[in-house]
């Protein structure tokens, strides 16, 4: 059945997926898979010692598309992450700092790893809200161990696509929609309604400041509904 304009693919975000890391989740966005995990190193990169101390803590993200995520076989990029995946993790890391309070998490570096195991679109919107429950996780789990004391987790993030497709604004966008859309984007926001980033783009069109309005709002609604599934498995 074809969904509503302002209608949510289904989402489920299955947390602790895994046993070994310190946080996981597998979120679904329909038919896009995406695991998170995170792993914790009680150290952090050399650019953040001065005189053999840690100025704060690190969180950064890799996001992989695995050989099987597409329709034809992707290859695995041995010699370093391309361009868009760069952006993607760049991007993904972004979202994730502005979550945590680094100066609570003493010297260690959290290691947000993101494996696209099933693409339909939607692949980095749904790394972002997986990831940020993923690293609740595991921040908890360290909280409990008293290895930190005070909670460094500022904001609840999620993040969600929504485009011009065929004239008409949509919300989440699966791959054959994302294809067709005159216009395309992703949008971070936190709990209170404050945008992290937004990332839009005419795909050869262009448009309005009140089509952005719209857009904006549309995205606005879809992440409120994001966020209660998150919280949801939080509390699985």
Not at 27 to 32: A, D, E
Not at 108 to 135: E, M, N, P, S, Y
Not at 214 to 236: C, H, R, S, W, Y
Request: glycine share 8%.
């Amino acid at each position: 059945m074809p969904r509503n304009l302002d209608e949510l693919r289904d989402i489920e975000i299955i947390p602790n997926f895994l046993e070994a890391p310190s946080g996981s989740t597998m979120v679904s966005f329909g038919r896009t898979k995406v695991l998170c995990t995170v792993m914790v190193e009680d150290k952090v990169p050399p650019w953040l010692m001065r005189n053999g101390e840690p100025l704060h803590g690190w969180v950064t993200a890799t996001y992989n598309m695995l050989p099987g995520s597409g329709n034809t076989r992707i290859q695995r990029e041995r010699k370093g992450p391309k361009g868009r995946t760069q952006e993607i993790e760049r991007l993904i890391g972004r979202a994730l700092r502005t979550s945590v309070d680094l100066s609570k998490i003493g010297g260690r570096t959290f290691w947000v790893d993101c494996d696209v195991l099933q693409a339909d679109g939607g692949t980095r919107t749904a790394a972002i809200t997986g990831a940020w429950v993923a690293l609740k996780i595991a921040i908890g789990r360290i909280m409990k161990s008293g290895s930190i004391k005070e909670d460094p987790m500022t904001r609840q993030i999620a993040a969600i696509s929504v485009g011009i497709v065929r004239g008409k604004v949509q919300l989440d966008l699966a791959y054959k929609e994302d294809s067709e859309a005159d216009v395309d984007m992703n949008v971070v926001m936190d709990h209170e309604g404050n945008l992290i980033e937004v990332q839009a783009t005419g795909e050869e069109h262009v448009f309005s400041r009140s089509q952005l309005s719209e857009l904006m709002d549309m995205a606005e609604k879809g992440i409120k509904d994001i966020m209660k599934v998150q919280l949801t498995a939080l509390e699985e």
